[in-house]
C-alpha cells in the first residue's frame, strides 16, 4: 500500500522530510518525541480511538482551551501532524492501520506490549507487511526485567530512578518530585534519538528493526551521569550526588532588589569576583585555595556569594559582571520568560491564528539546522481532523 498523498498547511524543509511515521502515542512521552520529528519535516499521522466528545489522548482535555479537545500541553506537542480516530479493535479500522503501516518508515507508541500483541498490532505482525519498519516502543520499564509488565509514569519513573531523592540529599527534607514531567519528556528524547539513529542504520544496510525505549532506564541513565558520583569506580566511596548540584546553597542568590544566578567557574573568574565584591584574599583560606578543596567545601563558598550579592541591585550586577567575564544571568519568573528579551529576539514564542480560528502561542523548535530548518507547517489538529483525506487516500 503506497502512503497516502497527504495536504500539508505549511512547507515541510526539515531534514527528516520524507520520512514517514504513524504515531500511536499519547499524553506526553511519545507526542514530545514525535513532535521533534515533525518539526524536523517527517509526515507524522498520529492515530487515537476516540470521539469528539470524550476519548483519544488524554491531554487534548487536559486544560483550559477555546476548542474543548486542544488543551494547552496537547497543542505543544502535537502541532505538525495529521490526526485519524481508528480502533485498532475495529477489523475494519485494523486494516486501514495495517495498511497506513505497509507504507510507513517509522511506528512509534507508548502502550504496553501485551496490549499490542491482542491487537495483532506487535513488531511481528507490523514487521509481516512491512519488514523495513523501524518499530519503536516507548516502554515503561525494560522488557528483561521483573518491572516489566507494571505501568509507568512520570512520578514513578522520579522516584525509582532516585531522582527524587536529590532533594532529600541535598536539604535533608522529604523526597519530592521535580515540578516538570522531566521523565517523561526525557525519555522522550531518548526515543526520537532512538528513531534517528535506527534510520541511520537501515540506511546503512541494517534494515528495519524493534526498538525498545524504557523509560526507567532512559531516565536513570540521565540521572546518574553526574549523581553515580563516588560509586564511579569500584570499590565505591559510598557517596552518591555531585556535591556541587546536591548543595543547597545552589541556587539564585538575592541581590537588593531581586535575585540573579551567578556562576564563577575558573579561578580567575572566581578572584575576580571576590575582588568586584569588595572581598579580595578569599582564596587564600585553604578550603577555596584549590579547585580540590573548594569541590568539598561548595557550601561555605555559595554562602560567601550569596552574603556578597545583597549588596548590589541585580541592574547594578548583571553588567558589572558580564564586563568582567564572569557568567552570570537574570532570574526569571515564569511570566518573565514569556518577555526574556533574548528569547523575544530568537522569535522563540510565535503566535498563531489556527485555521479553526483561535489564536494561540506556540514554541519555535531550538535547534538551527543552516541547509534543511526545521518549521512550523500544521497547527495541532482537532480529533480525527484528517481522517477523511486519509481514509479517502486508503481506499
Not at 487534548?60 to 488543551?71: H, L, N, V
Not at 514487521?127 to 509488565?149: E, L, M, R, T
Request: glycine letters at 10%; one cysteine or more.
Amino acid at each position: 500500500m503506497a502512503w497516502p498523498e497527504l495536504q500539508w498547511d505549511g512547507e515541510r524543509t526539515g531534514p527528516l522530510k520524507g520520512v514517514k511515521v504513524v504515531d500511536m502515542s499519547s499524553v506526553v512521552l511519545g507526542p514530545f518525541a514525535t513532535v521533534q520529528l515533525g518539526d524536523l519535516g517527517a509526515e507524522v499521522i498520529k492515530i487515537e480511538n476516540g470521539t469528539s466528545a470524550s476519548g483519544g489522548d488524554m491531554m487534548r482535555r487536559a486544560g483550559a482551551s477555546p476548542t474543548k479537545d486542544i488543551g494547552p500541553i496537547y497543542a505543544a506537542l502535537n502541532r505538525n501532524k495529521k490526526a485519524i480516530n481508528l480502533n485498532g479493535a475495529d477489523a475494519g479500522d485494523k486494516a486501514k492501520i495495517l495498511s497506513l503501516l505497509s507504507g510507513a518508515d517509522v511506528f512509534i507508541h507508548n502502550v504496553r506490549m501485551a496490549g499490542m500483541k491482542r491487537l495483532g498490532l506487535d513488531y511481528e505482525a507490523v514487521k509481516a507487511v512491512n519488514p523495513d519498519i523501524i518499530y519503536v516502543h516507548c516502554a515503561g520499564y525494560g522488557s528483561d526485567g521483573p518491572y516489566a509488565k507494571l505501568q509507568a509514569f512520570d512520578d514513578l519513573i522520579q522516584a525509582a530512578s532516585g531522582f527524587a531523592a536529590l532533594s532529600e540529599m541535598r536539604d535533608g527534607g522529604r523526597p519530592q518530585y521535580a515540578p516538570t514531567l522531566v521523565a517523561d519528556k526525557v525519555s522522550g528524547l531518548f526515543a526520537t534519538n532512538a528513531v534517528m539513529a535506527a534510520i541511520i542504520a537501515r540506511h546503512n544496510g541494517a534494515g528495519g528493526q524493534f526498538v525498545e525505549v524504557p523509560m526507567l532506564e532512559c531516565f536513570t541513565w540521565f540521572n546518574m551521569v553526574e549523581n553515580l558520583w563516588g560509586e564511579t569506580f569500584v570499590p565505591g566511596l559510598g557517596k552518591l550526588g555531585y556535591t556541587r548540584s546536591i548543595n543547597p546553597r545552589r541556587r539564585p542568590y538575592p541581590t537588593s532588589d531581586g535575585y540573579i544566578a551567578v556562576v564563577p567557574y575558573n579561578d580567575a573568574q572566581w578572584e575576580r569576583f571576590f575582588e568586584l565584591a569588595g572581598r579580595p584574599g578569599v582564596f587564600d583560606d585553604p578550603r577555596f585555595s584549590t579547585y580540590e578543596e573548594r569541590t568539598k567545601h561548595t557550601g561555605d563558598l555559595y554562602a560567601i556569594i550569596e552574603e556578597l550579592m545583597a549588596s548590589r541591585s541585580t541592574d547594578e550586577w548583571l553588567p558589572l559582571l558580564a564586563d568582567n567575564s564572569i557568567p552570570a544571568m537574570r532570574y526569571n519568573r515564569m511570566a518573565d520568560v514569556l518577555t526574556d528579551p533574548h528569547l523575544a529576539a530568537v522569535d522563540f514564542f510565535e503566535e498563531r491564528q489556527a485555521k479553526a480560528g483561535y489564536a494561540y502561542r506556540s514554541i519555535r523548535h531550538p535547534v538551527k539546522y543552516s541547509a534543511t530548518p526545521a518549521s512550523h507547517f500544521a497547527d495541532p489538529p482537532s480529533i480525527d481532523a484528517d481522517g477523511e483525506e486519509i481514509r479517502r487516500q486508503l481506499g
